[in-house]
Structure formats: structure tokens, C-alpha cells
């Protein structure tokens, strides 16, 4: 009998070859890791979606000159916090003229001891009025920093699109208010 052995430098080449192999997939997946975040923005910006924080650049040329006042919107402001923060409207509501360019004003107030991060995310109901609604300046653009047992007013400027359709006669404005990079303690109590 005879019994075949193996030459081990056949082994050797093919364990290089898919180490080598190996490397090359974790190096692609790591840069696809990387890629991902660039991609992502890349699409929502093309698409339009996930635009809810960034600036309406065409709203800054809005006029009182396009107010269409024959017809009335009323604009109800509502606000949510998650952590140590109390946030609300100064008005819960106000009608206006599509094309109007108008300022709310929101409060909030950090109950901590300790300096807090927060970002606001805008909520639009109904769903078609996304488009229609217009912030010329809004504290949701940027993150907020508030010291401790600090009150803020923030002022959100917008206009309500004339060619908003005509069967919409109420639209929700909603924020809600997180606190970015909570503390363990707190992020697991909430």
C-alpha cells in the first residue's frame, strides 16, 4: 500500500494565499465601514429625505409680498424633552396667512447641575405639510449647549409655503429635545 503525503509547501503557499484573501475582505469591509457614512448623506441629499435639521436655503428669499391672505393656516407648536430638560412653546398656537414670514419663540431649561448637550428634531403633521413648511432659523439646526439650571429662548423663523394644498387648514409643529452623550447613570434610567 501506498499512502500519499502531502508536501507541505503546498500547504504553506495555500494558507499565505488565504491569509493574504482574508486581509483583503476585513480591509474592504472596514472601508466600506468608512464609506457608509459619506454614502448615506450622498443619498439623503439627492432623495431629499432625512432633511429635517438642515436650513431651507429658497425660504431666506421669501417676501411678505406672496402672503396669499385670503385664505388662513393655523399652526399648532408642540414640545417633547428626554432627560433632564423642561422645553415648551411660549404659544400653543397661531393662524396666519399662507406666505407670512413668522417667529415662535421656545424655552428651554436645563434642570441639572452639570453643563448639558441637546439637539432638537422637528416633526411636521400632516406629513404633507414637510414640504410646505419653511425655517428660515431654528435652534433645531444646531446643537444647544446649556449650563447648569440655565433657561434659553429660542426663536424658530418660518413661512408657510403659498402652494400649500388647500385642504390643509392646521398644521403640527413638533420638537423633541434629546440630550446628547447622557451620562450612563442617566441614559439607563430614562
Known amino acids: ?7 507541505p509547501r503546498i500547504d504553506r503557499s495555500f494558507n ?13 469591509m472596514f472601508g466600506f465601514g468608512f464609506a457608509l457614512v459619506p454614502m448615506y448623506r450622498a443619498i439623503c441629499q439627492i432623495t ?8 431651507d436655503v429658497g425660504a431666506r428669499e421669501a417676501k411678505n409680498t406672496q402672503v396669499d391672505a385670503s385664505r388662513t393656516v393655523s399652526i399648532e407648536f408642540d414640545a417633547n424633552a428626554r432627560g433632564p430638560l ?6 400653543s398656537n397661531l ?46 439646526f444646531t ?16 413661512v408657510v409655503d403659498p402652494k400649500l394644498p388647500k385642504d390643509v387648514k392646521t398644521i403640527t409643529l413638533s420638537y423633541t429635545f434629546f440630550e446628547l452623550d447622557a451620562p450612563k447613570s442617566v441614559a439607563k434610567g430614562s
Open 1 to 7: 500500500m501506498s499512502t500519499q503525503q502531502e508536501d
Open 16 to 28: 499565505r494565499s488565504m491569509l493574504f484573501k482574508l486581509f483583503v475582505v476585513a480591509a474592504m
Open 48 to 55: 431629499g429625505i432625512n432633511n429635517l435639521v438642515q436650513r
Open 86 to 91: 423642561q422645553f415648551k412653546p411660549e404659544q
Open 95 to 140: 393662524d396666519i396667512h399662507p406666505g407670512e414670514v413668522m417667529t415662535v419663540m421656545y424655552q428651554v431649561t436645563n434642570e441639572q447641575g452639570r453643563t448639558v448637550k441637546a439637539q432638537a428634531i422637528p416633526s411636521y403633521a400632516p406629513k404633507q405639510a414637510t414640504e410646505y413648511f419653511k425655517k428660515i432659523e431654528c435652534f433645531c
Open 143 to 158: 446643537q444647544q449647549t446649556l449650563e447648569p439650571n440655565e433657561t434659553k429662548r429660542m426663536p424658530v423663523v418660518f
